[in-house]
């Protein structure tokens, strides 16, 4: 009897201390966590472009004009330009894949093919990147005219 007791005694000390120890560790992981992401918020990159509007003016049909968008990773980590998506095919994008460091800048060029097209142009380009806002905007406008 003297023997249950005492290894009833030392089940309910393991118990308790396992108990105890988890209850410990959990809100320092807790803690740990919620610095880790106050930290992954702050050390984000960001995209800011010179311009997000290129306006083509008026130009004959069958003419190609080309533009480019400078942009700064004003961020702390490095930006990467996942995909550049445009409205049309007639609109075509270049941009380097390489990851922009806190403060330099990188571009994006596009090129706009006006062959088939006429009147007033708006073509816009998607640009996803890893900022915490991903998807930021840009226009290229103008107008076609026919040789007519």
Do not use: H, W
């Amino acid at each position: 009897m003297y023997r249950i007791c005492i290894l009833l005694t030392f089940v309910a000390m393991m118990i308790m201390s396992s108990c105890g120890g988890n209850n410990a560790n959990s809100g320092t992981q807790s803690a740990s966590s919620a610095d880790s992401s106050t930290k992954d918020t702050t050390l984000q990159p960001e995209i800011e472009f010179d311009t997000a509007v290129f306006d083509f003016g008026t130009i004959l049909q069958g003419e190609q004009v080309g533009t480019t968008f400078t942009f700064k990773n004003t961020g702390k980590a490095d930006l990467i330009i996942r995909k550049v998506e445009t409205s049309c095919g007639c609109t075509v994008p270049e941009y380097d894949r390489a990851p922009v460091a806190p403060g330099m800048k990188g571009t994006i060029r596009v090129r706009f093919d006006s062959d088939g097209k006429e009147g007033a142009q708006y073509k816009t380009i998607k640009v996803v990147s890893n900022c915490k806002d991903n998807i930021f905007e840009l226009v290229l406008k103008g107008t076609v005219k026919t040789n007519d």
